[in-house]
């Protein structure tokens, strides 16, 4: 298999080594931070990869996804507060356990559990990232717009509490992606005169100021909100993990990985319902359900296995169809870009190597994050509480800042991340999705190309999405899912209806 040779060379090159131990460490220490998210650091380190080698820029950004989604299992169980949102499943019980004086114990077992899913996810990437790209190379414009449209539907109705604001989400991600040149007229669209707007709104000053600084002024608003450590008192003895209390959490991580794994796979759903769907189905099978909720080992394990197996198989609809299964990747597609690397179907016929070494860098960087994890969580808990918000957050203020500028060097990418931080915001607060709407406006431009192409190979204009049997499968998945997702939600506002008369 190729990734063997990949291995070797990755662990032949230190320079590379040094990068994913240190995006281990970063990623664990941002997803630690409540509030903070591995979306956010990958968008503000962005721009220091237009500087790096296209492998260290990539497997650099991709080990702070594994190890921040990681490091959210820190807040959950020390603070109470989710370091990620995927993290709110470990909290149920981790924080329980924390009162208990079973903090370290907490921990070790989400860190095993976080390994042996991310572990399980990478492997079958790995496997089946090629095979998926060689069906892809297969499928013609028609095909792909479909499974672009079937993505938006997805991801809008999907991620979020409301279809209607997760449509709208995704719905203005495009319509700001429209901003600028038309790409076969060159007529200028939604500039209103504006010279700045004819090159289109960017990539990362957007995501920066979507994910950063949104981030930072909701935090900024809560301010009065203390982090605080569970006050259960520690005792060494009771922390020790013992063969005996893991073995029965192996049945839930090994269940939870594949429950992970395939949610990874579908864009848009992402770590948070793959951990909540984890977290049901093990409490469902459990032998004692009474004791989830008051501090059970296996409540820890499940969701934990569930959030990280997401990690790998979100890759796939990236690296075959150019379609990010979550917002880290909408990032990284940003980095291939950068590079001059092609992505889609083809990438596997001119950046194999490249591919399989980057796969090669996560399964290091889940040894990394692993062993840092299990021998010293509790030091980065105690770190974090001695930073405090007043020196943080006007430090990412100001890195924000300058990260906008550096991607092009031109001010007007800071006046688009300011007014996207406020939008970022205001859609938190409106319970609109930022994750929504930055994955549409990535989606966006591919989506365009391949829906003209379509057009320009059809003597019955839209019909040729009917006629074309996979171009109707994938729009009737997609209208498939949103008829789930709208009747799904209204039995469960006519259950909370129900439970309040």
Not at 372 to 381: C, D, E, L, P, R
Not at 466 to 481: K, N
């Amino acid at each position: 298999m190729d990734i063997f040779p990949a291995l070797a060379s990755v662990v032949a090159d230190p320079v590379l080594l040094g990068w994913v131990l240190l995006a281990a460490i970063v990623g664990m220490i941002v997803g630690a931070i409540p509030g903070l998210t591995a979306s956010a650091a990958i968008a503000m380190l962005l721009p220091l990869t237009f500087y790096m080698e296209p492998l260290p820029a990539l497997a650099f950004l991709y080990v702070i996804g594994k190890s921040g989604r990681y490091g959210g299992s820190v807040a959950a169980i020390l603070f109470n507060t989710p370091g990620t949102a995927a993290s709110a499943a470990t909290q149920i019980d981790g924080y329980p356990l924390a009162r208990q004086g079973k903090a370290s114990k907490a921990m070790k077992v989400a860190t095993i559990s976080s390994v042996i899913g991310d572990f399980t996810g990478e492997i079958l990437l790995i496997v089946g990232v090629a095979w998926i790209a060689a069906v892809a190379l297969k499928l013609g414009p028609p095909e792909l717009f479909a499974i672009y449209f079937a993505a938006f539907i997805v991801i809008g109705s999907v991620i979020g509490k409301s279809v209607t604001r997760g449509l709208a989400s995704a719905a203005l991600g495009v319509l700001v992606a429209m901003i600028g040149l038309d790409p076969i007229s060159s007529t200028e669209r939604f500039t209103y005169g504006s010279f700045d707007l004819t090159n289109g709104i960017g990539l990362v000053p957007l995501m920066i100021g979507i994910f950063v600084l949104g981030e930072v002024f909701a935090q900024i608003e809560e301010r009065e909100k203390s982090t605080e450590m569970a006050q259960g008192r520690e005792d060494p003895a009771r922390n020790v993990l013992t063969w005996a209390e893991y073995k029965p959490c192996l049945s839930h991580v090994a269940r939870s990985s594949f429950i992970g794994a395939f949610i990874g796979m579908l864009p848009g759903l992402g770590s948070a319902i793959a951990a909540f769907v984890a977290y049901g189905e093990g409490k469902r099978r459990a032998k004692d359900p009474t004791t989830w909720g008051k501090g059970a080992l296996e409540g820890v394990a499940a969701p934990e296995a569930a959030n990280n197996a997401v990690s790998g198989p979100s890759m796939a609809p990236l690296l075959t169809l150019g379609i990010p299964g979550s917002t880290i990747g909408a990032i990284l597609i940003g980095v291939f870009l950068i590079h001059g690397i092609q992505i889609g179907p083809t990438l596997f016929l001119t950046s194999r190597d490249l591919v399989f070494a980057l796969f090669a860098c996560g399964l290091i960087g889940i040894v990394m994050y692993g062993l840092i994890g299990y021998y010293g969580a509790a030091f980065v808990g105690r770190f974090i509480t001695r930073i405090p918000t007043r020196v943080l957050y006007p430090v990412i203020f100001l890195t924000s800042f300058v990260a906008a500028y550096t991607s092009r060097g031109n001010l007007f990418d800071v006046y688009v991340m300011v007014a996207a931080g406020f939008a970022g915001w205001a859609m938190r607060k409106l319970d609109f999705n930022p994750a929504a709407f930055v994955i549409s406006f990535v989606l966006a431009s591919g989506a365009e190309e391949t829906f003209r192409q379509a057009l320009l190979l059809s003597d019955s204009g839209l019909m040729i999405f009917v006629t074309r049997p996979l171009a109707l499968l994938f729009l009737l998945i997609g209208v498939a899912a949103l008829i789930f997702r709208v009747r799904s939600l209204g039995k469960r506002a006519r259950g909370q209806a129900l439970g309040d008369a």
